[in-house]
């Protein structure tokens, strides 16, 4: 049973008549006292609560009524019904424990699909209390889901994976936090592959490398003649992605300008192409990474606080490679099992002093780093068994002398990438961390330093 709290006679009536055409049995309460009394009586399956029962609208009512709830049914999910103008109130509420909110006047399909994406996410949940008392191990997971690529027998990584497992069959929005070279792409496609949207598009978007300019046109596209180089019609990734999955990539790096954009869309599920004034509804899942700390952010005043909770109702953190040291013998072998065939040599192979060599380094890159060094190796070391000495000899170095300005290293002492990354991390402190100027020093969009500073592991500040 679904429990209605609203003091608005035909909302009450209204969502009533629409939960029980979905198969939903419901009942509507008009205030707080009936609420508890309901609720202690028979606790329902889920809530839908309304923030303001008294004339102020200020919604502490609501808020009070949340906590007196979480504290007399915690397993109870609640979804807060509230206007558009009160998200921050909305916030507050997922703060004191609400799963999701919805905004007035709101589209009864997407209503519908966040109820059962909250159910779905509950059972899932009460099912892994029960399952989870043998843990499970690797391979029982790989005959449930589909993880191909994903390579590790780590106790965080089998955590991170079974969370997966429980949220790929709902519509949840996930946040895969995680450093650089984690691996949150291969992540947040393991949550597609085995979602009910397998069949339907995987769109990936690096929201680092899209200016605050540039958000509109490249999301939600453009019509001929919508702006001065709008020369053709340009479809957008949302609607690339409609009945799929989006995947927003480096969503930390997002401008406060567009992150407002992108709460609107992904709150209302419409959005309108530039130079075409008639909305379209969106059907779509929505999955964020980001390797920055977004609750910090929220609190330097960088990062929408709405828009925090609108993309975080599943949180996913992947562990750093030095974090699951066991798994880079397994991730050694796994890359030179394909290296063995991409350059047709069948008698390639890894050492176990190699191998435990490898344990001990620190791989600041994480996956990335080692995927790379073990591709170094390969190729430069000619041998069919790679030793210590092969890796180490081809591990990212700084150079041996630190070239004064003006001064080009010594041939052999720096690679192309590292003398990169070296320009970079100059410009950087050169120009006080600031991005534009960096971008424009090097000759470079500021979308293509992004990419550079995920390749070299460079982290930064905007």
Same mark, same amino acid.
Request: aromatic share 6%; charged share 25%.
């Given at each position: 049973?679904?429990?209605?709290?609203?003091?608005?006679?035909?909302?009450?009536?209204?969502?009533?008549?629409?939960?029980?055409?979905?198969?939903?049995?419901?009942?509507?309460?008009?205030?707080?006292?009936?609420?508890?009394?309901?609720?202690?009586?028979?606790?329902?399956?889920?809530?839908?609560?309304?923030?303001?029962?008294?004339?102020?609208? %200020?919604?502490?009512?609501?808020?009070?009524?949340?906590?007196?709830?979480?504290?007399? =049914?915690?397993?109870?999910?609640?979804?807060?019904?509230?206007?558009?103008?009160?998200?921050?109130?909305?916030?507050?509420?997922?703060?004191?424990?609400?799963?999701?909110?919805?905004?007035?006047?709101?589209?009864?399909?997407?209503?519908?699909?966040?109820?059962?994406?909250?159910?779905?996410?509950?059972?899932?949940?009460?099912?892994?209390?029960?399952?989870?008392?043998?843990?499970?191990?690797?391979?029982?997971?790989?005959?449930?889901?589909?993880?191909?690529?994903?390579?590790?027998?780590? @106790?965080?990584?089998?955590?991170?994976?079974?969370?997966?497992?429980?949220? @790929?069959?709902?519509?949840? @929005?996930?946040?895969?936090?995680?450093?650089?070279?984690?691996?949150?792409?291969?992540?947040? *496609?393991?949550?597609?592959?085995?979602?009910?949207?397998?069949?339907?598009?995987?769109?990936?978007?690096?929201?680092?490398?899209?200016?605050?300019?540039?958000?509109?046109?490249?999301?939600?596209?453009?019509?001929?003649?919508?702006?001065?180089?709008?020369?053709?019609?340009?479809?957008?990734?949302?609607?690339?992605?409609?009945?799929? %999955?989006?995947?927003?990539?480096?969503?930390?790096?997002?401008?406060?300008?567009?992150?407002?954009?992108?709460?609107?869309?992904?709150?209302?599920?419409?959005?309108?192409?530039?130079?075409?004034?008639?909305?379209?509804?969106?059907?779509?899942?929505?999955?964020?990474?980001?390797?920055?700390?977004? =609750?910090?952010?929220?609190?330097?005043?960088?990062?929408?606080?709405?828009?925090?909770?609108?993309?975080?109702?599943?949180?996913?953190?992947?562990?750093?490679?030095?974090?699951?040291?066991?798994?880079?013998?397994?991730?050694?072998?796994?890359?030179?099992?394909?290296?063995?065939? %991409?350059?047709?040599?069948?008698?390639?192979?890894?050492?176990?002093?190699?191998?435990?060599?490898?344990?001990?380094?620190?791989?600041?890159?994480?996956?990335?780093?080692?995927?790379?060094?073990?591709?170094?190796?390969?190729?430069?070391?000619?041998?069919?068994?790679?030793?210590?000495?092969?890796?180490?000899?081809?591990?990212?170095?700084?150079?041996?002398?630190?070239?004064?300005?003006?001064?080009?290293?010594?041939?052999?002492?720096?690679?192309?990438?590292?003398? *990169?990354?070296?320009?970079?991390?100059?410009?950087?402190?050169?120009?006080?961390?600031?991005?534009?100027?960096? =971008?424009?020093?090097?000759?470079?969009?500021?979308?293509?330093?992004?990419?550079?500073?995920?390749?070299?592991?460079?982290?930064?500040?905007?």
């Amino acid at each position: 049973m679904i429990l209605i709290i609203d003091d608005d006679l035909a909302i009450r009536t209204s969502l009533k008549l629409l939960l029980k055409q979905a198969g939903y049995p419901a009942q509507a309460v008009a205030g707080p006292a009936e609420a508890l009394a309901a609720v202690r009586e028979t606790p329902p399956r889920l809530m839908l609560m309304d923030m303001n029962y008294s004339l102020d609208t %200020t919604g502490a009512d609501g808020l009070a009524l949340l906590r007196q709830m979480k504290a007399l =049914a915690p397993q109870v999910p609640v979804i807060l019904i509230t206007g558009w103008g009160s998200i921050a109130l909305a916030v507050e509420g997922m703060k004191a424990g609400a799963a999701e909110f919805i905004t007035k006047p709101w589209h009864n399909e997407a209503l519908l699909q966040t109820i059962r994406t909250v159910l779905a996410v509950q059972e899932s949940a009460a099912e892994s209390d029960f399952a989870e008392a043998p843990a499970r191990q690797r391979r029982q997971l790989d005959q449930q889901f589909a993880f191909r690529d994903i390579i590790g027998q780590d @106790a965080q990584l089998l955590h991170v994976l079974r969370q997966v497992g429980q949220v @790929a069959a709902t519509d949840a @929005a996930v946040l895969i936090e995680g450093e650089s070279g984690t691996g949150k792409e291969l992540i947040a *496609e393991a949550i597609h592959r085995n979602s009910q949207r397998r069949n339907q598009p995987f769109v990936k978007v690096n929201l680092g490398g899209i200016s605050s300019s540039l958000f509109e046109s490249e999301m939600f596209g453009h019509r001929r003649g919508a702006f001065t180089d709008a020369k053709t019609d340009r479809v957008g990734r949302f609607e690339l992605a409609n009945g799929g %999955t989006i995947f927003l990539d480096e969503i930390g790096e997002l401008e406060l300008a567009s992150q407002v954009k992108l709460l609107r869309v992904l709150q209302d599920r419409t959005y309108e192409v530039l130079g075409d004034s008639k909305p379209r509804r969106l059907d779509i899942r929505v999955i964020a990474a980001t390797n920055r700390n977004l =609750a910090e952010m929220v609190q330097q005043g960088r990062f929408r606080e709405d828009l925090f909770y609108r993309i975080n109702l599943i949180s996913v953190r992947l562990p750093a490679l030095r974090e699951r040291a066991a798994d880079i013998p397994l991730l050694t072998q796994h890359f030179v099992d394909k290296l063995r065939a %991409t350059y047709q040599r069948p008698a390639l192979n890894v050492s176990t002093r190699a191998l435990h060599w490898l344990r001990e380094q620190a791989l600041p890159g994480n996956i990335r780093e080692l995927k790379n060094l073990v591709e170094r190796a390969v190729l430069v070391s000619g041998k069919e068994e790679l030793g210590p000495d092969d890796f180490q000899a081809n591990a990212q170095r700084l150079p041996a002398h630190q070239p004064q300005p003006g001064e080009l290293p010594t041939p052999g002492t720096m690679t192309l990438d590292e003398l *990169e990354a070296q320009m970079i991390r100059q410009s950087l402190t050169h120009y006080e961390g600031n991005i534009s100027r960096v =971008a424009k020093a090097l000759g470079l969009s500021r979308g293509a330093l992004y990419r550079r500073f995920e390749k070299h592991g460079i982290p930064y500040d905007e």
